[in-house]
């Protein structure tokens, strides 16, 4: 499948299809060089000394467009050359096409194309009045000409009135359809675990003809996960929500290939995309999102993606694939790091006055190194402080927080805490991971431990009497 050059400059020329100005039945109208901008046809100059072009309406005295509700004849008042002058660039291939029609019978037509002045014949159009004849051709613009002149230049005319003959419909000549796609990702990051990336893609039309059959496709990028039901056309044809079902709107996920598929362009449907016009016509061209989540796997690393579109330039005789790629688009994602406590304790029940030994240790189930690292874990007030012994780190009474430092993915830290139980009753006590990185799970965060103190033995009553 081709892939386009660097876009030349776009040719395309304009009111191709005589849409403007609107007329009622048929009138006789100024060229776009006279100064009645009101009335005048744009695009459009004639050789006749008039300046005067003639418009029909579909339908009047029984002929229907080609194309559209205009057309134009080319014998207005007198044989003349209706024709367009536009900026080239050496080399380019050019388009061209045009449904010509006779009135009163075969009427006969000549197209010119060349630099001002010196145009040359490029073929000769016969058509009689009963249906419209296509052409279509290509046009290679030679060295050193900036400037090309596309003409149609009357030969001869059924019933030999001057003024009468040779209908034109649904003309073009230019560039081929260039797509182009800018992405961006929504909000640009450093992002988190668990945050929702939108990804927005525009597809312009920098070229001279319509893209057709315009189809983009998006990879779902490793490391994050579709967002259901956020497939949206934002801007151009058909813009709304659309399903994540196949065949029954323009866009869809699919799971298989784990990828969206937005059908694009006017007349797209489920199952094809449609046309896009280019920037002279549709500025903004077509715009589309979708979201993902960012997944664990993604942790400290790299999102990377790139939409492609497929799309056909059918302005020759057979169809052209082409596709176009936007840019690829980074999106840092910062470190996570899933802390997971455990606590126990030697003995669950002791006496007053003996010693409560605690056992904690946190674990760095990963993807990444966690920093900052801290256990916080007071002693009650049933408690007195007795030693710790952190490995590593160290663990600080007053405030009851263990300050472990930096933990490696799979590393775990340990902590040894003694305490002198000073009063009876039920204790529980827990301990509270943290670090710097973003946790995925803290549900295994904390632990929590419950010691009994029964009070100390009964001591003999000295008063009692001896057995």
């Not at 009047?60 to 900026?87: C, H, I, K, R, W």
Request: proline letters at 7%.
């Amino acid at each position: 499948m081709a892939t386009p050059p660097v876009a030349p400059l776009r040719v395309a020329l304009v009111n191709g299809s005589y849409e403007e100005p609107t007329v009622n039945g048929m009138a006789f109208l100024p060229d776009a060089s006279q100064t009645q901008a009101s009335n005048r046809v744009p695009g459009w100059l004639t050789t006749a000394s008039d300046h005067m072009i003639e418009l029909w309406q579909s339908g009047f005295q029984g002929v229907p467009a080609a194309e559209g509700n205009q057309f134009a004849e080319l014998n207005a008042n007198e044989v003349s050359t209706l024709y367009q002058d536009l900026p080239t660039t050496p080399g380019t291939t050019l388009y061209w096409r045009l449904y010509h029609r006779g009135r009163q019978g075969d009427d006969t037509m000549a197209l010119d194309i060349g630099a001002p002045g010196s145009t040359v014949e490029q073929r000769r159009f016969t058509d009689g009045n009963t249906a419209w004849g296509y052409y279509t051709g290509t046009y290679v613009v030679p060295a050193g000409q900036m400037l090309t002149r596309f003409a149609f230049r009357s030969v001869a005319a059924a019933g030999g009135n001057r003024s009468v003959g040779n209908f034109l419909d649904g003309i073009f000549f230019g560039t081929a359809p260039y797509v182009t796609l800018d992405k961006v990702a929504i909000p640009v990051g450093p992002l988190k675990v668990g945050d929702v990336v939108t990804y927005r893609i525009t597809a312009k039309n920098e070229g001279g003809g319509a893209a057709e059959s315009l189809v983009l496709t998006d990879v779902i990028p490793d490391g994050t996960t579709y967002l259901p039901g956020s497939l949206r056309i934002v801007d151009g044809p058909n813009a709304g929500v659309k399903t994540d079902a196949e065949d029954d709107d323009q866009a869809a996920y699919d799971p298989e290939a784990n990828q969206v598929v937005f059908h694009l362009g006017n007349d797209a449907s489920g199952t094809q995309g449609g046309s896009l016009p280019n920037t002279e016509t549709l500025p903004a061209g077509t715009t589309v999102e979708y979201r993902v989540t960012i997944d664990l796997a993604a942790a400290g690393q790299q999102i990377s993606n790139t939409a492609t579109a497929t799309y056909e330039n059918r302005l020759g005789e057979t169809p052209e694939p082409l596709t176009a790629t936007s840019s690829e688009q980074i999106t840092e994602v910062k470190p996570a790091a899933d802390l997971t406590v455990a606590k126990a304790a030697d003995a669950t029940t002791v006496t007053v006055g003996q010693t409560v030994t605690y056992r904690i240790a946190v674990h760095n189930a990963g993807p990444n190194a966690a920093t900052g690292v801290t256990v916080t874990d007071p002693l009650p007030d049933s408690l007195t402080f007795l030693s710790a012994d952190a490995t590593p780190g160290t663990y600080d009474p007053a405030t009851g927080q263990w300050t472990v430092g930096d933990l490696a993915n799979g590393a775990t830290a340990t902590l040894v805490l003694r305490a002198k139980a000073t009063k009876p009753g039920r204790i529980t006590n827990t301990a509270t991971a943290a670090g710097n990185e973003k946790d995925p799970d803290t549900t295994n965060n904390t632990d929590i431990v419950t010691v009994c103190v029964e009070p100390p033995p009964a001591c003999c009553d000295p008063c009692s009497p001896a057995e």
